[in-house]
């Protein structure tokens, strides 16, 4: 199951997290979302971004 | 989790706009271009950039509180500081007679509503089903697919 969770708190600041995309999956998947909104400040990879990249350099060994 | 993202608010969307007026009790009036305030700016708030005293009042829409005919309006004007979308002006000299109930302080009620609108459109539109929730003052939407 893929997830993008959004929250906007009280002071209508807005997080976007998103669960069970793989690589780069999940920025594509949020493009959009976050262009309606309005502009990027922050963006931070967590490991499961990470972990795709990782096997494809162990494949290319 | 894949990656996490911060996102500073553009209006830009007057549909959602429009649709965040109407969770919070007010009207979205296309297209009108006064809204009701105190109708003497003193100087003790500041104003978005680009805009002066002289521009209170005016606006390219408006937002109204249903029901309340002596509440102020909130208007929707084009930004001017060179980022897209719209800002919106109103007076909260005694509370807005109301409207500041309905749209938060700093209109932060207002933006948050807007911002849940955007979200569950563009979440729609990517194929998910939506769920919202509130939790304390917050909104969460989950988009599954």
């Known amino acids: 199951m893929k997830e993008t969770i959004v929250t906007i708190d009280e002071n209508a600041e807005v997080e976007i997290h998103t669960k069970g995309f793989k690589g780069t999956e999940c920025k594509t998947e949020t493009a959009a979302l976050k262009k309606a909104l309005g502009q990027v400040v922050q963006e931070t990879a967590t490991a499961e971004m990470n972990q795709s990249a990782t096997h494809g350099n162990r494949a290319s060994h | ?145």
């Open chain 2, 1 to 145: 989790m894949s990656h996490v993202v911060k996102v500073e608010l553009h209006i830009t969307d007057l549909d959602a706009l429009a649709k965040a007026a109407e969770m919070l009790g007010l009207e979205f009036k296309e297209g009108q271009k006064t809204f009701a305030w105190f109708g003497q700016h003193v100087g003790d708030y500041p104003l978005p950039e680009g805009f002066k005293a002289s521009d209170m009042g005016k606006c390219d829409h408006a937002l109204t509180v249903k029901n309340n005919d002596r509440a102020y309006g909130v208007g929707v004007c084009a930004r001017r500081d060179g980022k897209p979308g719209y800002c919106v002006l109103f007076d909260f000299w005694a509370g807005g007679n109301g409207l500041v109930n309905h749209i938060g302080p700093e209109a932060k009620k207002l933006k948050q509503a807007y911002a849940v609108q955007v979200a569950r459109k563009a979440l729609l539109k990517a194929g998910n089903r939506v769920d919202i929730q509130q939790k304390g003052g917050k909104y969460v939407l989950v988009g599954r697919k």
